[in-house]
Every structure is written in C-alpha cells, then in structure tokens.
C-alpha cells in the first residue's frame, strides 16, 4: 500500500509569512501526529489529529495549528513565522493506538 | 504527559562491537515502547518495540529490554555494521493509550569499518 506523503517537500518563507503544509496517511488510518524536528530539539510532538477532531496537543504556540478532514488527509499551519520555525516537519499515522507510526519524508521548511 | 530520556547522545563504536542505548520514563502507567532509526536525510522508521506484558524482544542482531519497576529500557544491537550508523530514538505515548509518541533526544551512532 502507499506510504505516507507530504507536500510540499522544500519551502523558503520570510518571517511574518503564514505557511500550510500538507499529509495524506496510509490508506484505512485515522490518526495523523505532527513533530517538529530540529537539531537541537530533536523530534518534538506537535499535535494529533483523530476521525477529524484534534486529540493531542503538544507545548507550541497557537501560531500553530491544523485540521483533518473526512479522507484523514491532514494539514498543519504556521502563521507569522518566526526563524525559529525552521526545521523539518514531519507527519506521522497510525491506526489510533499505541502501534507502529508511519512517518513521511517530512517538509523541510526555512524561514529567512 | 509521559517524559522520555536517552542517553548517551552520541556513541562510537567498532565493527562487530555490540552497543547499547538506555531510556527511562516517567509515567509508570506506559506500555509500549518503540525505537524508530533515522538515517541521514530519511524519515523515522521503527526497528523494534516491546509492550509491557514482555520484559525482553528480539529480532536478529537487535534486541529490546524493558524493566518496568526502574521505569527504563534499553535497545542492545549485537555484531554491528556500518550500516547500523544512524539516529536512534526510543519513543512512549503520550499518553497511555494514544499512538502519538514522545521521543528522546537520539543517539547518534557512529560504526567504523
């Protein structure tokens, strides 16, 4: 079965821009977590999202945000971006239980 | 929410050595526990994990440890190649339960032919 995508794979924004970054899960999941991944920060969770309704919620700021949709494809943003924002973004989906996560070649993102 | 430490941060290591990275947790109530791998430039993928009813797992030259009352397990890989050079990362739910994950820090692995 296909695997989890993102799109899009690179982006470059100017502090104050907003950005949206795109996850289609596996086929048949219903749970999508976003993570941040920084060097000095490692992988940090962001949020999870569940059958459309957000489940988790990690330690970031309210400029971050998202939503799923009936197909479970997911969409997280960022608005007024910061530098410290950059770092690579990464999607994961699961089943919804405590089970392997999937992840996908995540969204490297570069705020100048 | 669950809280997870790794160590070491980054670990050398020969050709057909064995190596070994711990993790502790916080929450007692946690049951599962994966180790992801991360090559340079790919995304996470999970090499192995252990639930809580197991105190041990193995799959070829790489094994899982558990010890619930020290709250602490560890990953022991065994006659390691340099293509086991990469970023570790074991992992906990959140929350008891979810399948969103809180990871260590990583450990960075280094084989020399």
């Known amino acids: 079965k296909a695997g989890v995508t993102q799109t899009p794979r690179y982006l470059i924004k100017t502090r104050g821009q907003q950005v949206t970054l795109s996850c289609s899960p596996i086929s048949g999941h219903r749970s999508v977590s976003w993570y941040q991944q920084t060097p000095g920060q490692g992988l940090q969770f962001l949020f999870e999202?569940?059958?459309?309704?957000?489940?988790n919620k990690g330690n970031f700021p309210g400029r971050f945000s998202g939503r799923q949709f009936s197909n479970s494809r997911s969409e997280m943003n960022v608005s007024t971006l910061e530098l410290g924002d950059s770092a690579l973004y990464l999607c994961a989906s699961s089943s919804g239980g405590p089970d392997e996560q999937y992840f996908g070649p995540g969204t490297r993102l570069t705020v100048t | 929410g669950e809280n997870v430490e790794q160590h070491p941060s980054t670990l050398s290591v020969q050709e057909g050595d064995s190596a070994v990275i711990k993790c502790t947790y916080s929450d007692s109530a946690s049951n599962y526990f994966p180790w992801y791998k991360q090559e340079l430039g790919k995304r996470p993928q999970l090499i192995i994990d252990i639930r809580s009813n197991v105190g041990e797992k193995k799959d070829q030259r790489i094994a899982v440890t558990l010890n619930k009352t020290a709250k602490h397990f560890s990953l022991h890989i065994t006659e390691t190649q340099p293509e086991d050079s990469a970023v570790y990362f074991c992992a906990a739910p959140v929350l008891v339960g979810y399948s969103t994950l809180t990871f260590g820090k990583g450990t960075m692995l280094l084989v020399s032919p």
């Open positions: 999202y569940f059958s459309e309704t957000q489940r």
